[in-house]
């Protein structure tokens, strides 16, 4: 017979979040890995113009320090109050930190935004085709849309969830897989299959990590911007 392990580990997605999400994903190698992607998404906007910035899902403002869009208004938005509050908010007035649902968001005008940052948020909505077409809404013609998007289940992401990610939030007292599989509620072909679909009329750039040469299933992620048509 197998003892039990005394110690119960936390999986609840809310608590991961506010209280050990940071720790985990930004520090030591994994931290590395995650300023990769916020650098790798902001790459082919270096010196570009998009006065209106939202960012659906952006916790506590992690991706905005990477942003090399110039902006007059960055809406850092999510839907958890308590994230909000703990915002890394830049000394920067033209960051404004805001309650908003990625699924709602009518709070912004039809094509009021120049450009839509989404980094790992599309796993975690319960109605992503919702979302998308929202997004779309509120991005205006020739504007665009910047989509960080894990590769699960993959195989590749898997295992490094279980070597790498899962050691590390158990240490902190949390079960990172347990979280990961409660909380992630989309897998990787149907995301694909939802953006395809909402975005339809306009241009769509992918490229999976870390090589664009293997299939989903031994890739990381995926990035994808998308350019709003004109017509």
Request: glycine residues 6%; positive net charge.
């Amino acid at each position: 017979m197998v003892a039990e392990n005394p110690k119960t580990l936390n999986s609840d997605p809310d608590r991961y979040f506010s209280e050990a999400y940071q720790d985990v994903m930004y520090t030591g190698v994994i931290g590395f890995y995650s300023r990769l992607v916020h650098r790798l998404m902001e790459r082919p906007f270096r010196g570009q113009v998009s006065p209106v910035v939202l960012e659906v899902g952006a916790g506590v403002g992690q991706h905005a320090a990477y942003a090399s869009t110039k902006f007059e208004k960055y809406f850092q938005t999510d839907r958890n109050p308590s994230l909000i509050a703990k915002q890394n908010v830049m000394p920067d007035s033209r960051i404004v930190p805001m309650v908003a649902d990625a699924e709602d968001l009518s709070a912004f005008e039809t094509s009021s935004v120049d450009r839509l940052i989404a980094t790992c948020l599309l796993a975690h909505l319960n109605h992503p085709d919702q979302a998308l077409m929202e997004w779309r809404r509120v991005v205006r013609p020739g504007g665009s849309i910047s989509i960080y998007l894990p590769a699960e289940p993959g195989m590749l992401l898997r295992f490094l969830r279980h070597v790498a990610v899962a050691p590390k939030s158990k240490r902190r007292g949390q079960d990172h897989v347990s979280m990961v599989y409660r909380d992630h509620r989309n897998h990787y072909p149907g995301m694909r299959h939802f953006i395809s679909a909402a975005f339809r009329h306009d241009e769509i750039c992918r490229r999976r990590f870390p090589t664009r040469w293997l299939g989903w299933n031994l890739s990381l992620f995926e990035i994808i911007h998308i350019r709003v048509s004109e017509v």
